[in-house]
């Protein structure tokens, strides 16, 4: 119970998750919560931290009574709301009559308790709010809610319900209005549309995305929430907000007008929202690069002119939707026949206006899919991803052909690929949207001819880009309720053995419904793969992330589960946008790139996985797809043992991993034993992978002749054999690898084969403009050093300490490009990234910097006059940090900081891109020849028909002086390179005296040892969860005050393991966007953003 209770709060959460499985219910949790005193907190926690009433259970009426019970709860026991991170009630149904829960606990409750309530909840950073007491304070006093972000408002006047004239730090606003034309009012739903832009432009500086809805009045007795309206807009009320400077808006880049009219209204009151959409987004059209944009009918025609008009004045538009206000949407005959209504004429003036568009929605577009209609698409040649609806999602259709013939659903999926053919080369993943009818026999007709549409669409030559397609078909009834019948993913992804452009393996994933019944049943998942290949052509782009799910081929229940646990198949973005259309009737959801991308809130919900399969999926990742690693568990040595928090790392990296390497090698053999040998190896790795993702015990590394087996070996046994998801995690990461190594240093023909080689000299390569940037500013510099002048010693001392410290900081953000973040970036990003001008814009994001305590060091040595001033560098990562770290040592050389530097490298391929010995000669080659080296066109270069700029002759110049300068320090010996397997064991640093005594007393040696890297700081520190105020000396234990070394880390963080900060910075970071708050996580601490320059004076 002892060390339960030592465990982190998310951990705790994710054995409650993982104990029970999912679905998790109330009950189970509040069971949990009995069970053991040490899960009581977590659960508690639990209940109250995302209250979400979207996911219920299917008998409704029990899920509302749960509801209306937990509402109580947080009025009756007010402390518990201060657990709330989200609070959303169920997106209101303008039909219907029934009252939410918190709008029934409103009617029967005390409503000055809700609000003591609603002040507790300080810690909310997202909500969606109906009517109620609660909703009307959180409204009031919006600005008072320092980390809320994104709030939804829906049948809430905010000319009743506003918040003071103060500044908010909402970046997502969303404002569902009420019209109320058709009854007895003076006023409609655009004049709380024009006085809401006015209170946003006054008080919202950081919002980001916008977007207003219009709605029929509801036909729900809300209850009466006046009493609390303590903002009511008056004519003085509203001048305050008009007086104050309306901020700029400089964040904003998406806004979306939806609306949904009585019938007779929509032409008079669609001029009133165009005039106002316009006005708004000529104002911000600076900063704009995504609207959603209603598209209504007039006299029965579809208008695109407000909404041309609109996309005209947004030159750097990205992303378009339409949604089309239509009760037949935008017939086959309409959009060839009718000019003002022509989508023919509407698309070729668009892509003229708006020629960089690289997304584009349409909710409908009537009938059905053919070539005509793919080919209007083809104006725009840059658009990267399209969604389309062929139907009005609000009307009840018959059956696409009646009572279809088998032959009738072929032709319609024959029209389906046609309209997939004609659409533009450039795009890359296509929605289509089909609705029909819920008619099993129809159904199941007209299901099973799409199951095998992906080879067709895939090989055909226009649509080598193409890596995603999904075909959505939605089953309505009689109700037009709206559910994903059905649906075919496909995702192209590489070939596993063939490293070929021509090949690749084409993934598709079937889901359907078990039962065609609405109110029951389960999806069905399979996932099938076939292998494509292409004769005389070869595939272009990217590929995509993965198999649709993370290829899960579960059955799942229809119905989510409330409270804790969202459904699979229900979070998958394109089903959420479609269920927020037919909510909505008619609108179309604006970012539907970015939902697709957006990485969840909280690992333990991500689709549903548990903490075993993200686990096994993040920890063996990098033996078939590189990703970043999970840091997860305590160090051992006699650190305290405390369980390190869950550290995700939300990068994708490219599909390279070892046994792709591996294969790509085998592949290019000629000879038969070498060729056999990388066989054996592959199968090895493949064991290896299927050990770890199935959580088989570890087991001892075969005995390569090193040394470091055996200590391995050794505490292998001390831990109890352990099972892979059941391991300290500094010592099961280095296992890995060493193990890995074992594999090719028992070989005959492969012992110095490094599998990760291709992928670091390949960033080396893409990270040329700094290279060369660098590399002018080195030679000046080193002229400078070089060339007698007549400044004081003082000036000269104050100039190279100045340099010191740029030589350093430039070291401390090469890390910040090594391939754990770089595998998410293009390749204009790693440029972008690694330029003087990124470094400069970084240097505030330094936490904590003692560099002048090490240049005080250096600077000591060399006023004293001591003969050898050697330095130390524990190397990180290769390509451009490795080129970075001998820019430095060249610095230090011929500034007199140091007389010799020692390089240490690692002895064995580690943690993806460390430095080899072998990577310094590869380095070097490339300086000594650059212009063949950066002129010669990479895979992807060619893949994407891409030729390198020739270097001009000074940059050739350039580099060649660098090459000379290195080569000379390594020949006087004065540069060198010293290995020992000490670096890659499977402890921390803490153990380097009593394990490494020798290369102890070699680095006693040293004026200054230099750790680089993440890793390297986490091995200095015990990797363990110190408190972060701990002096940086303290935590590195042995190494610290008396060791003999002086020791400077110089670390950006990405993983929670932090010393030596100010008191109160973690605070300050923490409450922080993304920060991690109060949630147990230090998540401003992953991302590489933040940087520590640590010193500790051993010496």
């Known amino acids: 119970m002892v060390s339960l209770q030592l465990l982190p709060t998310e951990i705790l959460e994710l054995i409650i998750f993982n104990f029970q499985g999912p679905p998790i219910q109330y009950a189970n949790i509040l069971s949990a919560r009995r069970s053991c005193r040490a899960l009581a907190q977590p659960c508690r926690e639990l209940l109250y931290r995302d209250i979400d009433f979207n996911f219920q259970s299917e008998d409704w009426l029990a899920a509302q009574l749960m509801q209306v019970r937990l509402i109580r709860g947080l009025y009756l026991k007010k402390s518990n709301a201060a657990f709330i991170r ?35 909840m300080k810690r909310l ?3 969606y709010m109906t009517p109620s007491f609660l909703a009307a304070q959180i409204i009031a006093t919006a600005p008072k809610y320092k980390i809320l972000r994104k709030l939804t408002v829906a049948q809430i006047s905010p000319m009743l319900h506003i918040w003071d004239n103060r500044t908010t730090r909402l970046t997502t606003l969303r404002w569902e209005l009420a019209d109320s034309i058709g009854e007895d009012s003076n006023r409609s739903g655009f004049d709380d549309v024009d006085f809401l832009i006015g209170v946003v432009e006054a008080t919202c500086p950081a919002l980001i995305n916008f977007d207003i809805v219009i709605r029929p009045p509801s036909q729900t007795h809300w209850p009466d929430i006046s009493p609390l309206s303590l903002n009511r807009c008056t ?8 007086l104050r400077p309306a901020s700029s808006l400089k964040c904003l880049r998406h806004f979306g007008q939806y609306y949904d009219l009585m019938p007779g209204t929509e032409s008079s009151l669609m001029i009133d929202f165009t005039s106002i959409f316009h006005r708004f987004v000529e104002k911000h059209c600076s900063t704009l690069s995504s609207v959603v944009v209603a598209v209504g009918s007039n006299g029965g025609l579809i208008s695109f002119n407000p909404a041309l008009q609109a996309c005209r004045l947004l030159p750097r538009l990205q992303t378009l939707s339409l949604a089309v206000k239509s009760r037949y949407g935008l017939s086959t005959l309409s959009f060839l026949e009718n000019e003002d209504s022509s989508l023919t004429l509407f698309l070729r003036s668009l892509s003229v206006s708006n020629r960089f568009l690289q997304r584009l929605s349409i909710s409908n577009v009537g009938g059905s899919f053919h070539a005509e209609l793919g080919a209007l698409f083809g104006y725009f040649e840059g658009l990267k991803s399209l969604r389309v609806g062929n139907t009005d999602m609000a009307i009840v259709l018959a059956d696409p052909f009646g009572h279809p013939s088998p032959q009738d659903c072929q032709a319609y999926k024959s029209g389906i690929v046609d309209f997939i053919h004609a659409l533009p080369e450039s795009l890359e993943e296509v929605y289509l949207g089909i609705n029909i009818t819920q008619s099993s026999f129809a159904f199941d007709y007209f299901f099973v001819p799409l199951n095998d549409i992906g080879p067709e669409v895939f090989t055909y030559a226009p649509r080598l880009r193409l890596h995603t397609l999904d075909l959505h078909l939605w089953l309505h009834n009689e109700s037009v309720r709206l559910d994903p019948g059905a649906g075919v993913f496909c995702r192209r992804l590489p070939h596993p053995v063939a490293q070929k452009d021509n090949a690749r393996r084409l993934w598709t994933s079937v889901m359907h419904l078990r039962s065609s019944n609405f109110t029951s049943g389960f999806y069905l998942i399979s ?14 782009g990217h590929d995509a992330r993965g198999i649709w799910l993370d290829g899960s081929d579960e059955a799942y229940e229809n119905w989510g589960r409330w409270p804790g646990y969202r459904d699979k198949i229900s979070s998958y973005p394109p089903f959420q946008n479609r269920l927020e259309l037919a909510r909505l009737e008619y609108s179309v959801d604006a970012l539907s790139s970015r939902a697709d991308t957006t990485p969840p809130s909280s690992p333990r919900l991500w689709w549903g996985n548990n903490m075993r399969n993200l686990m096994a999926r993040e920890a063996s990742a990098f033996l078939l797809e590189p990703e970043s690693i999970l840091s997860l568990y305590h160090p051992q040595s006699t650190i305290p043992t405390i369980l390190f928090s869950l550290t995700p790392w939300n990068t994708t990296p490219k599909p390279t991993g070892a046994i792709d390497d591996v294969h790509r090698a085998v592949s290019e ?8 040998e990388g066989k054996r190896i592959v199968e090895q790795l493949a064991k290896l992978k299927y050990e770890l ?17 055996e200590g391995y070996n050794k505490e292998l046994e001390a831990l109890g054999t352990p099972s892979w998801f059941n391991i ?35 960033t080396f390569r893409s990270s040329r403009p700094a290279v060369l940037e660098l590399a002018a500013r080195y030679h000046e510099l080193v002229k400078q050093m070089e060339e007698k002048n007549n400044k004081s010693e003082e000036e000269i001392d104050q100039a190279e300490k100045i340099l010191f410290m740029e030589m350093c900081e430039i070291c401390l953000w090469g890390n910040a490009t090594d391939l754990s973040l770089l595998t998410s970036l293009t390749y204009e990003d790693i440029q972008k990234l690694q330029g003087s001008e990124a470094r400069k814009a970084s240097e505030k994001n330094i936490i904590v910097n003692d560099l002048e305590a090490a240049y005080d060091v250096l600077k000591k040595a060399k006023r004293e006059g001591k003969q050898n001033r050697q330095v130390d560098i524990v190397l990180d990562n290769a390509g451009f940090e490795l080129y970075v770290d001998l820019i430095l040592a060249g610095f230090l050389l011929s500034a007199g900081l140091a007389t010799n530097v020692i390089l240490h490298p690692k002895s064995i391929p580690w943690f993806v891109s460390d430095v080899l010995p072998g990577d310094f000669a590869a380095l070097l080659n490339a300086l000594a020849d650059p212009q063949p080296f950066y002129s010669t066109p990479s895979d992807e270069e060619k893949n994407n028909e891409v030729t390198p700029k020739q270097l001009t002759q000074k940059e050739v110049d350039e580099l060649s002086f660098l090459f000379q300068n290195w080569s000379g320090f390594h020949q006087e010996g004065q540069l060198r390179l010293r290995s020992n397997r000490f670096w890659t064991e499977g402890g921390s640093f803490w153990r380097l005296p009593s394990t490494a005594p020798r290369l102890h007393e070699d680095l006693k040696e040293s004026e200054l040892i230099i750790f680089k890297g993440d890793l390297n700081y986490r091995k200095l520190v015990g990797d363990a969860t110190w408190d972060p105020t701990t002096p940086f000396p303290k935590a590195i234990g042995p190494l610290g005050p008396g060791s003999g070394v002086n020791v400077l880390a110089l670390r950006t963080c990405k993983a929670d393991v932090v010393v030596g900060l100010p008191s109160g910075k973690d605070e300050e970071l923490r409450a922080m966007e993304g920060g991690g708050g109060d949630s147990g996580a230090r998540k401003w601490a992953w991302s590489g953003k933040w940087a520590v320059v640590s010193f500790s004076a051993g010496a």
């Open 86 to 120: 989200t609070f959303k009630n169920k997106p209101h149904d303008v039909y219907s009559c029934s009252l939410d829960a918190i709008g029934r606990v409103t009617i029967t409750s005390n409503w000055q308790n809700l609000v003591k309530t609603a002040k507790k």
């Open 235 to 242: 004519a003085n009320t509203e001048s305050i907000y008009r």
């Open 125 to 127: 950073t997202e909500a």
């Open 728 to 762: 300290p995690w500094l010592y099961a990461e280095c296992y890995l690898y060493r193990r890995v190594a074992s594999s090719f240093a028992l070989s005959q023909y492969w012992k110095s084969y490094d599998v990760f080689a291709r992928q670091k000299i390949s």
């Open 693 to 709: 993702q199935h959580d088989r015990k570890l087991t001892p590394i075969p005995d390569d002749g090193q040394p470091d087996i």
């Open 527 to 540: 996932h099938r793969f076939s292998d494509l290949e292409l004769k005389s052509q070869k595939f272009l």
């Open 669 to 676: 053999v000629t000879e038969d034993a070498k060729r056999d």
